[in-house]
């Protein structure tokens, strides 16, 4: 591994860039008692004016188990 590739890692802490997203995916699964996959998820987040591409909505679904 690079010296300076060491460093960076080190220096830069890791951010989530989705973690509105992922927040309001797991809000909307808890309320419908985890009925919905990411089809529904898609498409409450266009009901409530969000756009997402349903690629997203399923990974973090996937990372969330």
Do not use: A, C, W
Request: proline share 3%; hydrophobic share 20%; glycine share 4%.
């Amino acid at each position: 591994m690079p010296r300076s590739s060491f460093y960076y890692s080190e220096t830069h802490p890791k951010r989530d860039k989705h973690r509105e997203e992922r927040e309001l995916v797991q809000q909307i699964y808890h309320e419908n008692k985890g009925r919905y996959g990411y089809r529904r998820i898609t498409l409450e987040f266009r009901n409530r004016g969000r756009t997402t591409n349903h690629k997203l909505i399923q990974k973090l679904m996937h990372e969330e188990h």
